[in-house]
């Protein structure tokens, strides 16, 4: 089955600098890699997600790159700000006809330092 | 409208009890899920149901067993809670059906037992 590794566990820059979260992924028919952003005792909520057929995806401050040869894909942030401070998880998918299941990392909590 | 409402959102409970946790998605969603986040914030697929039939059981204990009326609701019931059971479980729907999409995520149950 997929195996999705996740670094760093934790990471903590100054506000307004940048944050890079990565993800390896194991199962080379994998083609959707969602972010998703789980803030304090709330569920987890998509931020961004690339499919297999684009290298990479911006949304603002937020940038998803994907490496299919390497297999792994990471998450850009720009410009942090104190509420971009939360717990970021990669998941990695593969198209299945109803047998999909997302396969998560293990979290990188950001904190964001005023 | 909340598109993921599971409920209840907090349950405490004594080693031994039988619990249920319900959830219902209004988003016309064919595919269901329960997952499981523990303490250390690992967020891990229990089963997926697509139209009402189970796709995935990972490696679930049987003491756990859900439930799917319809396509709109999966209920997950647990016998003979441990304290090991204690996590947040988290519900989710998504289109499924070969479609790669973004997963819905319900506020999670945080089970505790005692």
């Known amino acids: 089955g997929e195996n999705v590794e996740q670094h760093p566990s934790t990471l903590s820059v100054q506000e307004g600098d940048s944050a890079v979260i990565k993800c390896t992924y194991s199962d080379s028919a994998s083609n959707y890699f969602p972010w998703y952003k789980q803030e304090l005792g709330k569920r987890p909520q998509l931020i961004i997600d690339?499919?297999?057929?684009?290298g990479e995806k911006k949304d603002q401050r937020i940038a998803v790159t994907l490496n299919k040869t390497a297999k792994h894909f990471s998450l850009h942030i720009t410009e942090t700000q104190p509420e971009d401070s939360a717990v970021y998880f990669c998941a990695a998918s593969r198209s299945n006809f109803g047998n999909e299941k997302l396969t998560f990392g293990t979290g990188t909590r950001l904190t964001i330092i005023p | 409208d909340t598109a993921v409402s599971q409920t209840p959102k907090y349950l405490v409970t004594q080693m031994g009890n039988d619990k249920s946790i319900k959830c219902e998605q209004n988003?016309?969603?064919?595919?269901m899920y329960w997952y499981k986040q523990d303490s250390k914030k690992f967020l891990k697929i229990m089963f997926s149901?697509?139209?009402?039939?189970?796709?995935i059981n990972e490696t679930v204990p049987n003491r756990f067993s859900p439930k799917s009326p319809d396509k709109a609701h999966l209920n997950l019931h647990i016998n003979s809670l441990e304290l090991g059971d204690s996590a947040v479980y988290f519900c989710?729907?998504?289109?499924?059906?070969?479609?790669?999409?973004?997963?819905?995520f319900g506020q999670g149950t945080r089970l505790t037992v005692v």
């Open positions: 690339i499919r297999s057929n684009v």
């Open positions: 989710a729907s998504s289109q499924g059906a070969g479609m790669n999409t973004e997963a819905f």
């Open positions: 149901y697509n139209n009402k039939e189970l796709i």
């Open positions: 988003l016309g969603h064919d595919t």
